[in-house]
């Protein structure tokens, strides 16, 4: 069976940080870019950090760059997004997608919640 387990999320004072990870179960994640997308209550689903199959490019929404950052770890089949100086407007439940020309896969989700 393929799917994602994604772990990491939870309550959080503004300014402070977390580490999300998404580990792939039943297939190989080298062969797949991945993007970690959210979704705040009310507004649509947000593209925020991509990473490409080896890792070698990144991108990032102007709205977290400089405080997330998208790693990837093949040899573990994990995925990371760490979240650092986070805010308010951050609150969003934050999920994985893995995409190639072999499949796309989401994860179940994550809550982020920036609040003090």
């Known amino acids: 069976q393929l799917h994602f387990v994604e772990s990491g999320g939870g309550l959080v004072q503004p300014g402070g940080s977390l580490r999300l990870s998404c580990e792939a179960s039943g297939f190989t994640l080298d062969y797949y870019g991945i993007t970690w997308f959210r979704q705040a209550p009310g507004k649509e689903r947000e593209g925020v950090s991509c990473i490409s199959m080896l890792g070698e490019s990144t991108d990032y929404a102007d709205s977290v760059k400089g405080r997330l950052t998208i790693s990837r770890d093949n040899a573990k089949n994990t995925v990371y997004l760490q979240m650092n100086s986070l805010k308010p407007e951050d609150t969003a439940v934050y999920y994985c997608?893995?995409?190639?020309?072999?499949?796309?896969?989401w994860g179940q989700g994550t809550q982020v919640t920036v609040s003090s």
């Open positions: 997608y893995a995409h190639s020309w072999r499949g796309a896969y």
